[in-house]
């Protein structure tokens, strides 16, 4: 199976987020509660045919180098939406809306911390106790709901399977707004195949096995 390229996913999908600062220790770092991918033209900002739930935002960032991104609470305040570069993980996730006719998915995470470093990602879990830096907290249980309202297709779960996210992935599959998923399994309980393994083949593996999961044919036959 030939995975098509970034250059062709771009001419159709584009990337947004929302982007915000909080402070840990002596430093401010950047976080991201949200990612949506849209087909070019579609206009409808709200409803989704899926969501995906992954770690943490990867290498995603704004796509204008001059965007002086806020310092806010996603408990308490809105975070503002800016178009995004995509990275790899993103484009193939284009994949498999391009195999599903989708026209929107939003991205959410264990953790908002961003960083594709998965040690720094780690370093800065281990010192982000004084705020809400997941969705899946009670105070941002609104944030949630909102978005699985607004939802009109599945919620697929591919947080990978580095054990040091045990106890996030396991939060996660016991919240009350996650009851119906849909992921490729590992063996080992509570993880799921990320979208993006290293090897193209094992790539075009999961995006065979996530479509056989999501049932039907394809939407996308041409």
Sequence with gaps: MELTSRQEL????????SFYKRKIGDEYIILRNQARIKRRGYSDTI????????????SCNVSDKNYNIPILNPVTERVPFVEANSDQTQEQLMRLMDKRGWNHLV??????????????FFSYLRKAKEFD????????????????????????????????????AKTALDHSLLKTIVGVKHDRCPFYLHPRPALMEKRAL?????????????????
């Excluded at 771009?10 to 987020?17: H, I, M, Q, W």
């Excluded at 409803?47 to 990867?58: I, L």
């Excluded at 991205?107 to 720094?120: A, F, P, T």
């Excluded at 944030?143 to 106890?167: H, L, S, Y």
């Design 206 to 222: 999961w995006l065979q096995n996530i479509n056989s999961l999501l049932g039907g044919q394809d939407e996308n036959t041409g």
């Design 47 to 58: 409803t989704s045919d899926a969501v995906v739930m992954m770690v943490n935002p990867g």
């Design 133 to 168: 830096h997941s969705i899946l907290s009670d105070t941002r249980i609104r944030e949630m709901e909102c978005i699985m309202d607004n939802n009109r297709g599945p919620v697929i779960v591919a947080w990978g399977t580095n054990t040091r996210i045990k106890q996030l």
């Design 107 to 120: 991205i959410i995470n264990l953790s908002d911390i961003c960083s594709g470093n998965i040690d720094v």
């Design 10 to 17: 771009l001419k159709v999908f584009r990337v947004e987020a």
